[in-house]
């Protein structure tokens, strides 16, 4: 859970990213900015609205966290806050270096540092790491003389915040306890946020379980051969159910639960060792369930048959009184439902 009531803005500098592979350059702040209230409220809405979400990473390299660039220079600043304008020149370097894709546009980085944010129950420092990309035309109008006057701006929406992170002073030695966002990842080019700049990974928690299991659960049902619509909408309907109905879930128990045929759930299990090696995850044998990230991932579960164009079935209940069939003298397939009362 995250807190940002009484969140306080101690440094803030902005520095402007150009894209490396046209020679753009950076253009450097001198020092930090100081701001006024009513500023500090409008960049608190800009910086930290979009941070809704209970995902959490932890910043990470393959061989030493040390050679992390972004865990190093936040180390320092978390060591010394009055160092967060000299650490800000080496970060906006460090996301020139990585902004070599013909689509990465040129923006503003805004390095902050905050006090007092409420993290998981543990008030902390955090540092902000945020980058506008997106500009919008904007009109004034304003009184001249007798009469109005209109002219047209250009600048940034604070209800969109393009780039994001916030990394808090927790969990060091796992590479800080992260939120990230990329509200403009659309496609290869965007991941030098995440990926490049950052170098983050998902926190390893029950919430990060439950919702690989989930989405492992998921991708099966979409791609399982030979199982009717219906039957794969109560699969997940099980699968919810049950991670809802216990706190702890060992894996050969949930897939009996949901599969009933041998077969099925021999399929199942292989297609667990195929999800962990594409995704380059572990789903443990025996998980604490976050009632979080069920409810989270079970938004994504699609209980809707669709047939042809013309009509949609909403399952919410059991599929026990859904019944599929063929007629051969029309030569289209059907469904038939049995209910009690029409409402």
């Known amino acids: 859970m995250l807190v940002f009531d009484d969140i306080l803005f101690k440094h803030i500098t902005i520095h402007r990213i150009g894209n490396k592979l046209f020679d753009e350059g950076i253009r450097y702040s001198k020092s930090c900015i100081n701001i006024n209230s009513e500023i500090s409220s409008l960049l608190s809405r800009f910086f ?20 992390n660039e972004i865990y190093s220079y936040t180390t320092k600043i978390f060591e010394n806050p009055d160092e967060l304008y000299n650490q800000s020149i080496h970060i906006a370097k460090h996301l020139y270096e990585k902004s070599a894709h013909p689509k990465i546009k040129a923006g503003e980085l805004y ?55 916030l990394i808090f002073n927790t969990e060091k030695e796992r590479g800080y306890l992260v939120c990230a966002i990329d509200s403009l990842n659309r496609g290869t080019e965007a991941k030098y946020w995440m990926d490049d700049f950052l170098r983050i990974r998902f926190r ?60 099925m759930r021999k399929a199942f299990v292989e297609h667990k060792r195929t999800f962990e090696k594409e995704r380059n995850v572990v789903i443990p044998d025996k998980i604490t369930v976050s009632n ?28 026990e009184y859904i019944e599929k069939g063929f007629d051969p003298y029309k030569e289209m397939s059907f469904y038939k439902l049995y209910f009690n009362e029409e409402k």
């Open 204 to 263: 390893d928690d029950e919430f990060f379980q439950t919702g690989n299991l989930m989405s492992m659960c998921q991708s099966f049902v979409a791609q399982v051969p030979d199982v009717e619509k219906k039957e794969k909408v109560e699969i997940m309907k099980k699968a919810v159910n049950f991670l809802k109905e216990n706190d702890k879930v060992e894996f050969d128990d949930f897939a009996g639960q949901l599969l009933q045929e041998a077969q």
């Open 48 to 67: 930290l609205s979009p941070f809704k979400n209970r995902d959490y990473f932890n910043l990470f390299h393959e061989s030493d966290l040390l050679l």
């Open 292 to 319: 979080e990230a069920v409810k989270k991932e079970a938004k994504k579960v699609k209980n809707v048959i669709i047939l042809d164009n013309n009509y949609r079935i909403t399952i919410d209940g059991s599929t």
């Open 111 to 165: 390095v902050v540092y905050f006090k007092d944010c409420v993290v998981e129950d543990e008030v902390v420092d955090a540092v902000g790491l945020f980058k506008s990309e997106s500009k919008e035309t904007y009109l004034r109008v304003y009184p001249s003389g007798d009469n109005f006057e209109i002219n047209s701006e250009n600048g940034i929406n604070i209800n969109k915040l393009d780039k994001g992170c």
